[in-house]
C-alpha cells in the first residue's frame, strides 16, 4: 500500500480496485508516478512537488529553428539533443548556413578531410586538405616536380 503524504487522504479508504478512494467528501487517487495517495486537489505531479514526474511526465521538445519535434532518449539532456539536431540534421536555413561553412572536401583517397576554402594543386587540379596539399603528399598524377613531403 503506498505511503500517504497528504492530510487529506482518510486512513482505510481505499477503494477495492486499488486505485482510487471513496467516501462521502472527496475522491483521491494513487500517483502513477511515485505510488502516493492524492486527493483531486493534489494529484497532479506540480500539486504534490512528485520527486519522480521525470519518469512519467516526458516532454518532447522542439527545434528552435525548424520546429521539428526532436526524439530524446531516457537519461539524454534535452538540449544536448536539440543542438546535435541543429548542427547535423536541421533543415532550417540558419542551421544549413553554419554547417555549409567546410563543404571542401580533400580529394586524397581515406581522407574525410574539409576546408573552409578550396586548395587547389597547380599541377592535377585536384581539391586537397591543408595536410594533403603539396603534390607529393597526394601522390599527384599531373605535370611537374614534386615540392614536400609532409607525413
Known amino acids: 500500500m503506498a505511503q500517504l503524504l497528504q492530510p487529506c487522504v482518510p486512513a482505510g479508504w481505499l477503494s477495492q480496485a486499488g486505485r482510487g478512494w471513496a467516501g462521502p467528501w472527496a475522491v483521491q487517487w494513487e500517483c502513477d508516478a511515485c505510488e502516493q495517495i492524492f486527493c483531486t486537489d493534489h494529484i497532479t505531479y506540480t500539486q504534490h512537488q512528485c520527486t519522480s514526474a521525470y519518469k512519467k511526465d516526458v516532454q518532447v521538445p522542439v527545434c528552435p ?46 581522407c574525410k578531410q574539409r576546408e573552409m576554402m578550396k586548395v587547389i594543386c597547380d599541377q592535377c587540379h585536384g581539391n586537397f586538405c591543408l595536410k594533403h596539399r603539396h603534390p607529393l603528399d597526394h601522390d599527384c598524377n599531373g605535370a611537374g616536380r614534386p615540392l614536400s613531403r609532409a607525413g
Open 65 to 110: 529553428l525548424c520546429n521539428i519535434p526532436i526524439p530524446v532518449r531516457k537519461g539524454e539532456m534535452p538540449d544536448v539533443v536539440v543542438g546535435q539536431h541543429i548542427d547535423q540534421d536541421c533543415k532550417s536555413d540558419p542551421a544549413q548556413r553554419k554547417r555549409k561553412i567546410f563543404t571542401n572536401k580533400c580529394l586524397k583517397p581515406g
